[in-house]
């Protein structure tokens, strides 16, 4: 039989808990948003994103240690931070079709929220100007800048200081400022990660620059994920905005090491099955762990070893050395390696409090829609 486990993520009443379940720890969530508020020195410029937690009670959290700003990436976790008292949400995706009016419907629902979003592209801010003037409002964009990561934005040149001319003399929107994902930077070496920082964002400085001499105003620049978190906020006229620090898990910790991150949320799976010699079935598939990432995609305390045999919907075959040590109905603990999407796939969280899962946390917006 396994011995019986005192480490900080073990549960009283894991028999009350059914599995698969998702755990959060919020004395360690907590701790987590004050290493945050540290690395950057002031919650004004921090705007941590939302969509790594996607809940109103971390919302609350966040509020009570003095953050404001937000960054999401769904009209619903734009609508679930607002709900929640949010004062500041940057929708950091390009609202395109509905989107659009579904973003100014948010704007005309919370008044005391300030929204904001981004473009890269002329069709996209006529769209958008056309859209605010008509609901007579004016919204705030960002330029987003593609500096690397080739997902979106648009290469700082000529073409993007013309781009934001055109927000700046654009009726129905304003120019906030500049924004550039840097999601694609991480190493393990913060002189060779401070390198490829400054390198990756000399365009940036100088795109500013040039908006600056010809006259246009760059109110704000936001940047930074969470591997260049800790490097960017050296920066001081930056906003930073990680997301994973908030829970964090062991894909994140490998490449960005020494940040001084927790682990806040965990795993509960149970063994279903001894299939053959050396097997272990566990209930804990892709519809509960984020599966885009190579195996491990998740890590169990005491079974670092296991090697991975097959991973489906329902079910993950581990093979271990002594598969008596782990008789069927067996409570495990993991670790995600991405815990922003295997938050996604549950419905809601156990809240740990001195031991025991206490009550429930709505994962509100996994929802792709709330009332809006």
């Not at 709900?83 to 609202?95: I, K, R, S």
């Not at 001319?165 to 654009?170: D, E, L, N, S």
């Amino acid at each position: 039989m396994l011995p019986r486990m005192t480490d900080w993520y073990r549960i009283d009443n894991a028999a009350d808990v059914p599995s698969p379940a998702l755990l959060i720890y919020p004395e360690r969530v907590r701790e987590n948003l004050l290493q945050m508020i540290q690395l950057v020195g002031d919650p004004a410029r921090l705007r941590p994103h939302v969509k790594t937690h996607k809940m109103p009670e971390i919302i609350r959290l966040k509020r009570e240690l003095g953050i404001r700003k937000f960054k999401v990436a769904t009209i619903a976790e734009a609508e679930m931070t607002a709900a929640n008292g949010g004062e500041d949400v940057l929708l950091a995706y390009q609202p395109v079709g509905p989107n659009v009016q579904r973003l100014l419907k948010l704007v005309a629902t919370f008044p005391h929220t300030h929204f904001s979003t981004l473009v890269d592209n002329q069709a996209s801010l006529s769209a958008i100007a056309d859209a605010a003037q008509e609901a007579g409002t004016t919204l705030d964009l960002y330029l987003d800048l593609n500096i690397g990561m080739n997902r979106t934005g648009i290469i700082p040149s000529a073409a993007a200081l013309e781009l934001y001319r055109q927000i700046a003399a654009t009726a129905g929107v304003r120019a906030a400022g500049l924004h550039a994902y840097d999601g694609h930077l991480h190493d393990v070496s913060p002189t060779v990660l401070a390198a490829q920082v400054r390198e990756t964002f000399q365009p940036v400085w100088e795109l500013r620059e040039q908006l600056q001499t010809h006259g246009l105003e760059v109110p704000n620049l936001i940047a930074a994920g969470t591997p260049t978190a800790k490097t960017l906020a050296e920066y001081p006229e930056l906003e930073v905005g990680p997301g994973t620090t908030v829970l964090w898990d062991f894909g994140q910790a490998a490449v960005s090491p020494g940040m001084g991150f927790q682990q806040a949320a965990m795993l509960l799976a149970r063994v279903i099955s001894h299939p053959a010699p050396h097997l272990i079935c566990i209930d804990l598939g892709h519809k509960a762990v984020a599966s885009e990432m190579p195996h491990p995609r998740v890590r169990f305390f005491g079974l670092e070893q296991a090697a991975t045999i097959v991973h489906s919907e329902e079910h993950l075959v581990l093979e271990v050395e002594d598969q008596d040590a782990f008789p069927v109905g067996t409570v495990l603990y993991g670790v995600p390696k991405h815990i922003c999407p295997t938050v996604a796939l549950h419905q809601q969280a156990y809240c740990v409090r001195a031991g025991k899962a206490a009550e429930t946390w709505p994962i509100t917006a996994r929802n792709r829609q709330l009332t809006i």
